[in-house]
């Protein structure tokens, strides 16, 4: 599957800080960029950016693809 990554930083300033702002984020990717995969990343950026490649190449297999510091790959 060939990869092409589009990072988007989006800005609520009226909206609480909870898990409404994942689903924002997921609901700006799919219904106004159209994206097919959706990622996120926690905001210190501990997984480099360009390991996303890894998990999405990994979905040819799965339907869901989970990058952690403390995972092993199977």
């Known amino acids: ?42 905001c210190d950026l501990s997984m480099p950016l360009a390991t996303c490649r890894g998990w999405c190449g990994d979905l040819d297999r799965a339907d869901v693809s989970v990058g952690s510091v403390g995972a092993r790959r199977r």
């Not at 599957?1 to 799919?30: E, N, P, W, Y």
């Open 1 to 42: 599957m060939a990869v092409k990554l589009c990072v988007v930083h989006a800005r609520r300033t009226s909206a609480r800080f909870d898990a409404s702002a994942i689903q924002h984020g997921i609901d700006l990717a799919i219904y106004t960029f159209g994206a097919d995969i959706v990622t996120w990343m926690d």
